[in-house]
T-cell receptor
Framework: GAVVSQHPSWVICKSGTSVKIECRSL??????MFWYRQFPKQSLMLMAT?????????EQGVEKDKFLINHASLTLSTLTVTSAHPEDSSFYIC????????????FGPGTRLTVL | EDKVVQSPLSLVVHEGDTVTLNCSYE??????LLWYKQEKKAPTFLFML????IEKKSGRLSSILDKKELFSILNITATQTGDSAIYLC???????????FGDGTTLTVKP
């Protein structure tokens, strides 16, 4: 149980294009999902907390207009990197908490984004 | 601002060795300390600790929390090459509803 999927697993795009990454909880409902990015040999950097049916809460320094997050249902959150640039190239990981009051996060397999 | 510090940052051992990974935290409204293992992709959950002094165990891995000293350790006995990974700990802030992660300890187990 507690499986989280991400799609796509990797994507290469040209500078200036937008990329959408999907995060799905496959066997549970997730009221809260998190989006992280991770650079090589570095730890997870929380970008935003996504709550179903409400606006995402962004961490300091993360541009909300550049990283659009939508949590339209209890099993799906999307991250759209708008007008991507090479510096946006990174490993993006989502995670979900299977219920209110629970602390354990279940992570998706991640999406490797490369912007040329 | 919540803070989690792990040590050492990296560690190289040989198969069969025992290792201890450290995690100290300063997390307001602290509720739990979580350990994850990250290999090539995303982290996988190992332990969640909420009470001091109660050891959690899973095979060769065990972990314990000290809420007075704001500290946790992860022990791995009889290490195997498959234990090579980045081990992350995180402190959960119940008011903020989110975890703060440490920078991780990169463990390399040589045959």
């Amino acid at each position: 149980g507690a499986v989280v999927s991400q799609h796509p697993s990797w994507v290469i795009c040209k500078s200036g294009t937008s990329v959408k990454i999907e995060c799905r909880s496959l066997d549970f409902q997730a009221t809260t999902m998190f989006w992280y990015r991770q650079f090589p040999k570095q730890s997870l950097m929380l970008m935003a907390t996504s709550n179903e049916g409400s606006k995402a809460t962004y961490e300091q320094g993360v541009e909300k207009d550049k990283f659009l997050i939508n949590h339209a249902s209890l099993t799906l959150s999307t991250l759209t990197v708008t007008s991507a640039h090479p510096e946006d190239s990174s490993f993006y990981i989502c995670s979900a908490i299977p219920g209110l009051g629970l602390d354990t996060q279940y992570f998706g397999p991640g999406t490797r984004l490369t912007v040329l | 601002e919540d803070k989690v510090v792990q040590s050492p940052l990296s560690l190289v051992v040989h198969e069969g060795d025992t290792v201890t990974l450290n995690c100290s935290y300063e997390v307001t409204n602290f509720r739990s300390l979580l350990w994850y293992k990250q290999e090539k992709k995303a982290p996988t959950f190992l332990f969640m600790l909420t009470s001091s002094g109660i050891e959690k165990k899973s095979g060769r891995l065990s972990s314990i929390l000290d809420k007075k000293e704001l500290f946790s350790i992860l022990n791995i006995t009889a290490t195997q090459t498959g234990d090579s990974a980045i081990y992350l700990c995180a402190g959960f802030n119940t008011n903020a509803g989110k975890s703060t992660f440490g920078d991780g300890t990169t463990l390399t187990v040589k045959p």
